[in-house]
């Protein structure tokens, strides 16, 4: 029996196919970045060894495809982009995690209600400036941590009031439809 594919509802915009070209297309571009981006105190891209430059390239294809993947599989995606950044990180320096910032952004302002919505992009934010700082004592660098983890806050803090500014919309949005309801409901019964 092959698996078909639910339809998708008004309320959920991701149903279970599989990712679209424009995260594709995103998710290639964090890969991009994310292997040529300047190094914050590794030493030159050429001197790293050749089993590092691998490791590094296999790290940033993981950090893409956690891209594409975090609309369907926020855990999932955030889990696997913190693994990879943190062990490109370690092995050759510290580059701004253009993946972690992605997915921060889409986990943070999707519309769900719950309290794991607003939790997880600060596990992610905690654990990125993490990595960030540890690599940063590890390598020897130009001090770019505070300026890395100090955007990491703000995309956080970001997404996070994004996503609390529309389920304020939506609550007033479903409290004026009550009350329209409740005054057709007392005209009519004025009516009768």
Known sequence: MSAMALPSSPADPSPMRGPRPAEWALSALIVVLQFVAPRTGAVEAESLPVWAGVLVLLMAVGQGLAVALARRRPFAAATLVLTCYAVQALVAGAVP?????????????????????????????????????????????????????????????????????????????????????LRIARDLHDLV
């Open 97 to 181: 995690p253009f993946a972690a910032w992605v997915v921060i952004w889409a986990v943070g302002s999707r519309r769900a209600s719950d309290a794991a919505s607003v939790r997880l992009p600060i596990a992610v934010a905690a654990g990125t400036s993490a990595v960030v700082v540890a690599a940063e004592l590890t390598h020897t660098g130009s001090s770019a941590s505070a300026l890395l983890v100090m955007i990491t806050v703000v995309i956080t803090l970001a997404a996070v009031l994004l996503r609390s500014e529309r389920a304020r919309i939506e609550a007033v949005r479903r409290r004026g439809g009550a009350e329209e309801r």
